[in-house]
């Protein structure tokens, strides 16, 4: 299994641009989470899925910040229009069950000047 | 200006000694608990799991410890090595299981000198 797979791995925007991350989680889990990381905050949890429908979106920072899950295999996080302080690394991570842990895709480097 | 982060805590061991990452988690009713490792510029990388009827499981140089009583989890890496070098992570399960969210600890550095 190639794990999951995020992309773009780096990403260099201008502020009020559209900005849109990827994922692909691993085949049969169920569950699919999406993470900004900061060295000011750490990890946090942004919104989550099971079997493709948003069970929590608490985490997301506000009305720019959107994902969705239009089928098993694929989510995406949009931030419209994207600000400096969005520049983070986001994860992707998926699980089958509760009863698993993660596992993470590699991140995307976000850059918003 | 100067940046303010979390200063996350920091241990500094002998290439070839035992490591003990230590962490508190939050929830009593926490049913599962997990150590991830993360180097730099990767995701976290799972390590070992534990349930929380068990106090102790071992893998591969690894050993995590649980203590229910006052909320603490370790992690006890032997002979360790310079790839050992990451932010270590706890991680917690906290119940109805059926959530499927882990809430995450702020991590501690593990440098390893040579």
């Known amino acids: 299994d190639a794990g999951v797979i995020q992309s773009p791995r780096h990403e260099v925007t201008e502020m009020g641009q559209e900005v849109t991350l990827r994922c692909k989680p691993i085949?049969?889990?169920?569950?699919l989470f999406w993470y900004r990381q900061t060295m000011m905050r750490g990890l946090e949890l942004l919104i989550y899925f099971n079997n493709n429908v948003p069970i929590d979106d608490s985490g997301m920072p506000e009305d720019r910040f959107s994902a969705k899950m239009p089928n098993a295999s694929f989510s995406t996080l949009k931030i419209q229009p994207s600000e400096p302080r969005d520049s983070a690394v986001y994860f992707c991570?998926?699980?089958?069950?509760?009863?698993?842990?993660?596992?993470f895709g590699s991140g995307t480097r976000l850059t918003v000047v | 200006g100067e940046s303010v982060g979390l200063h996350l805590p920091t241990l500094s061991v002998q290439e070839g000694d035992n490591s003990i990452i230590n962490c508190a988690y939050s929830?009593?009713?926490?049913?599962?608990f997990i150590w991830y490792k993360q180097e730099s510029g990767k995701g976290p990388q799972f390590i070992i799991d534990i349930r929380s009827n068990m106090d102790k499981r071992q893998g591969q140089r690894v050993t995590v410890l649980l203590n229910k009583t006052v909320k603490h989890l370790s992690l006890q890496i032997a002979a360790t090595q310079p790839g050992d070098s990451a932010v270590y992570f706890c991680?917690?399960?906290?119940?109805?299981?059926?959530?499927?969210?882990?809430?995450f600890g702020q991590g501690t550095t593990l440098q390893v000198k040579p």
């Open positions: 991570a998926s699980r089958p069950t509760p009863a698993h842990g993660y596992t």
């Open positions: 991680a917690e399960n906290i119940p109805p299981s059926n959530t499927g969210k882990l809430i």
């Open positions: 085949s049969g889990h169920d569950y």
């Open positions: 929830n009593s009713a926490s049913d599962y």
